[in-house]
């Protein structure tokens, strides 16, 4: 019979929360919230037209969507595998090629939130369109920092659970033999 997923809390450091709370976090933002907004001269009109004058981070980014929800995933599986297994291995092979493709994300995300929005594809009426950033995406540029920090972080963690420091590791000491003159 298998045995049940015990999640101990115990075992989770404060990278492996800034991953597990800032993963969850970071999927409500990228669907559910609206990173960018058009702000055309006939912006009601457009709206009546069911033109699109706003978009969510997965509507408005083609790449970093979903390079967002396979970081956010990884991070979610860093904090379940943290939480449930006896061996550190997995979390930190995980957490280790989590790194690099969290910072990438934060970069690109800085990027784009910053320094070139998106020309969504909203409505057209009235004129050229003036792209306005959201509160939702400067949170989604947040939240891509707290993850790449908290996989920093938990990588940085020495211990994986506190149990672990209880139990010396056997040592053997061999000595050497007196080497002899080749024949």
Do not use: C, N
Request: aromatic content about 6%; glycine content about 8%.
């Amino acid at each position: 019979m298998p045995q049940a997923l015990s999640l101990r809390s115990g075992r989770l450091g404060p990278g492996e929360w800034a991953l597990g709370i800032g993963s969850v976090l970071l999927l409500a933002d990228l669907f559910g919230v609206t990173w960018f907004r058009s702000e055309a001269p006939l912006h009601g009109a457009a709206a009546m037209l069911s033109q699109r004058v706003s978009a969510s981070g997965w509507q408005s980014l083609k790449v970093l969507g979903p390079l967002a929800l396979v970081v956010s995933a990884a991070g979610i599986a860093v904090w379940v595998a943290t939480a449930t297994r006896r061996s550190p291995a997995l979390p930190v092979v995980l957490t280790t090629l989590l790194l690099p493709v969290a910072f990438a994300l934060a970069i690109l995300a800085a990027v784009r939130v910053l320094l070139d929005p998106p020309s969504v594809h909203v409505a057209q009426a009235g004129g050229a369109d003036v792209i306005q950033t959201q509160p939702g995406a400067y949170a989604g540029l947040l939240l891509s920092i707290a993850l790449f920090v908290g996989a920093f972080v938990a990588l940085r963690r020495e211990d994986a659970d506190s149990s672990a420091t209880s139990r010396m590791i056997e040592t053997i000491d061999v000595q050497q033999s007196p080497s002899r003159p080749p024949a």
